[in-house]
């Protein structure tokens, strides 16, 4: 297994596009993890998925931010009518479960215009 | 106030020199991670301690739960630990990461 896996790795869009990432964990591990990193902060916590199940979302995910993981296996973050402060490092985590160490995807940088 | 705070916020340092990065926080953890993110993003985890001391090669992180501070050390540094160091807490459940606002390490040859 390659580790935790994230596309794309950048994505440039304009103010009011709707845009999709995907994360690929690492198999067989429950738990999965969305961050958001803005530059010079460190990442903040977005929301999280037990198997297929959304468990919480931060007051950050408005309501244009909706995260998915069907089956329980790859997750999608959308983010609807983009805005420019939506600008920052998007990063998928999976875990095996319980306080495990946390393994980080690459991230995804979006550049909104 | 930030619930972790991460100390220095830059450092710099030539090889060989003895580094410490400090992390204190004021809420009840379960855990505490300390990461190493490069240029471009990745993120990669250093050690997850609840107690005592961990070493790993040239890199001791150590906690102090009740003071509730920890600290990470790199001995005989070298350029390529360049690299920011961050410091997050766990919270759990569903042990999700808060996290500080990282230091900038630039160790020069």
């Known amino acids: 297994d390659t580790g935790v896996s994230q596309n794309p790795r950048h994505k440039i869009t304009k103010r009011g596009q709707n845009v999709t990432f995907r994360c690929d964990p690492i198999s067989e591990h429950n738990r999965l993890y969305w961050y958001r990193q803005t530059l010079g902060q460190g990442p903040e916590f977005l929301t999280y998925?037990?198997?297929?199940?959304?468990?919480?979302k931060s007051r950050l995910l408005s309501d244009r931010f909706s995260a998915e993981r069907p089956k329980g296996s790859f997750s999608t973050l959308e983010i609807q009518r983009t805005e420019q402060g939506d600008s920052a490092m998007y990063l998928c985590?999976?875990?095996?479960?319980?306080?495990?160490?946390?393994?980080f995807g690459p991230g995804t940088r979006l550049t909104v215009l | 106030k930030n619930e972790v705070e991460q100390s220095p916020q830059n450092l710099t340092a030539q090889e060989g020199e003895f580094i410490t990065i400090n992390c204190s926080y004021s809420?009840?953890?379960?855990?505490l991670h300390w990461l190493q993110q490069h240029p471009g993003g990745g993120i990669v985890s250093l050690f997850m301690l609840s107690s005592g001391k961990k070493k790993h090669g040239r890199l001791i992180a150590t906690i102090n739960i009740q003071e509730k501070h920890s600290s990470l050390h790199i001995t005989a540094s070298h350029p390529r630990d360049s690299a920011v160091y961050i410091c997050a807490v766990v919270r759990g459940p569903p042990d999700k990461l808060t996290f500080g606002k990282g230091t900038l390490l630039t160790v020069n040859p």
């Open positions: 998925f037990q198997n297929e199940a959304q468990l919480e």
């Open positions: 985590a999976s875990s095996p479960g319980g306080a495990d160490t946390q393994y």
């Open positions: 809420v009840g953890i379960s855990a």
